[in-house]
């Protein structure tokens, strides 16, 4: 069984930046495709970032390219993921997710989620 724990939420202003972490407890995830997902009051989650369990390849939705940056380091079982240039519309719960298959956009996919964390962004 994994446990994922996101960390890094909070408040920030328009321009600034966050780093939220995703800490894997329990099976290494060295063998894991992990995403990120957001979900904002009313909306569906929807997809933010992905990267491969080698970190070779990357994946973003169109919203965050040139803003996020997806990473991982296998050794401390930790995935990141660095948000610059924030904007109100970035304002969500952001989720991380594990899955033994390969690299997808679709939630349905991954079999181990974390509980969240909350970022907002003020104007």
């Known amino acids: 069984q994994v446990q994922l724990v996101e960390s890094g939420g909070g408040l920030v202003q328009a321009g600034g930046s966050l780093r939220l972490s995703c800490a894997a407890n329990?099976?290494?995830?060295?063998?894991?495709?992990m995403s990120w997902f957001r979900q904002a009051p009313g909306k569906e989650r929807d997809f933010v970032s992905a990267?491969?369990?080698?970190?070779?390849?990357?994946d973003y939705v169109d919203s965050v390219k040139g803003r996020f940056t997806i990473s991982r380091d296998n050794a401390k079982n930790t995935m990141y993921l660095q948000m610059n240039s924030l904007k109100p519309e970035d304002t969500a719960v952001y989720y991380c997710?594990?899955?033994?298959?390969?690299?997808?956009?679709?939630?349905?996919?991954?079999?181990?989620w974390g509980q969240g964390t909350q970022v907002t962004v003020s104007t």
């Open positions: 997710a594990a899955s033994a298959l390969r690299l997808s956009t679709s939630p349905h996919i991954y079999q181990y």
């Open positions: 329990g099976r290494s995830l060295g063998s894991y495709t």
């Open positions: 990267i491969t369990w080698s970190g070779g390849d990357t």
